[in-house]
């Protein structure tokens, strides 16, 4: 096995209808959620789209973080009002195994460790579990083997990182390019990735852009959460989203993030008007 084209898991189901380019593929409505009785997500509305890539920015606290992890499913959260539709199904019935199983992946901020669960291991049973959703084989431990080995190298990362357990002892730059592998090996239509940029020096941020970038297709979609203008300098979005106090405030291109790397935050909470380089969201 020479490439990580060698093996590959279609893009949908055998029950679902092939994806195209523009499909609607995470349709979020009037949102809101919290922990509690705090509410953090008070009527937030997106859609992305296949083939795009959108960029999510806003000060700490402002809820970015809160909204991936309600698209996740984490159980810390509750939705009380507002819907998130994916490729049509109403994403709040599925479990969280059950969307990351149908395409949905969440790249953490803090990546976890696992001691005693060997990361090769652990990357096979999820990619297995992805794959036996979608109708395929399952992948024995030496083709499974040689496979990730193969797609390594889109985050250059040292086979040794396999026989350790996961995360653990990893550095910070080294945690988010396993991410980046899971998120290789997985192949997500929709992925979300909260501040992978968070914690890297120029090179780590260079190999995990790249990586994104080497992954993304006309038939997905990438949601990067980010406080800056750097990752963005390596990864163009298509739409960048401010968001503030639970709510995105404004949608725009490019250039709205580099607007906000000049500017700071304070002129969009100043301000409703439209600012140059500004672009509807479709």
């Known amino acids: 096995m020479t490439s990580t084209e060698t093996?590959?898991?279609e893009t949908t189901s055998p029950c679902e209808a092939p994806i195209q380019t523009g499909d609607l593929l995470l349709s979020?409505?009037?949102l809101h959620a919290g922990v509690g009785e705090s509410e953090i997500l008070r009527g937030v509305s997106l859609q992305i789209r296949a083939g795009e890539i959108h960029a999510l920015m806003g000060r700490n606290g402002s809820g970015k973080s809160t909204l991936s992890k309600v698209i996740a499913?984490?159980?810390a959260y509750t939705v009380t009002a507002g819907t998130i539709h994916y490729r049509g199904q109403n994403l709040l019935e599925l479990s969280p195994e059950?969307?990351?199983c149908s395409g949905v992946f969440l790249g953490f901020q803090y990546p976890v460790e696992i001691p005693g669960v060997s990361n090769l291991e652990f990357l096979r049973v999820s990619c297995n579990a992805r794959r036996q959703h979608q109708g395929q084989e399952e992948l024995d431990t030496f083709t499974f083997e040689d496979h990730v080995r193969d797609t390594m190298a889109i985050v250059q990362m040292d086979p040794a990182f396999l026989e350790r357990s996961?995360?653990?002892?990893?550095?910070?730059?080294e945690k988010k390019r396993n991410e980046i592998l899971q998120m290789a090996l997985l192949e997500p239509l929709v992925a979300i990735l909260d501040e992978t940029d968070s914690g890297l020096d120029i090179d780590a941020l260079r190999i995990v852009a790249n990586g994104v970038k080497r992954l993304a297709r006309p038939t997905t979609a990438t949601l990067l959460i980010t406080h800056y203008q750097r990752l963005l300098d390596a990864i163009t979005p298509d739409f960048v989203h401010v968001m503030a106090e639970g709510r995105i405030l404004r949608t725009g291109?490019?250039?709205l993030?580099?607007?906000?790397e000049q500017r700071g935050y304070d002129w969009i909470d100043e301000t409703d008007e439209t600012d140059e380089g500004e672009t509807p969201q479709p």
């Open 7 to 9: 093996i590959s898991t």
């Open 28 to 30: 979020i409505e009037d």
């Open 73 to 75: 499913g984490h159980p």
């Open 98 to 100: 059950e969307r990351a």
């Open 166 to 173: 996961v995360n653990e002892g990893f550095s910070g730059g």
């Open 253 to 255: 291109n490019k250039d």
């Open 257 to 260: 993030a580099m607007a906000l």
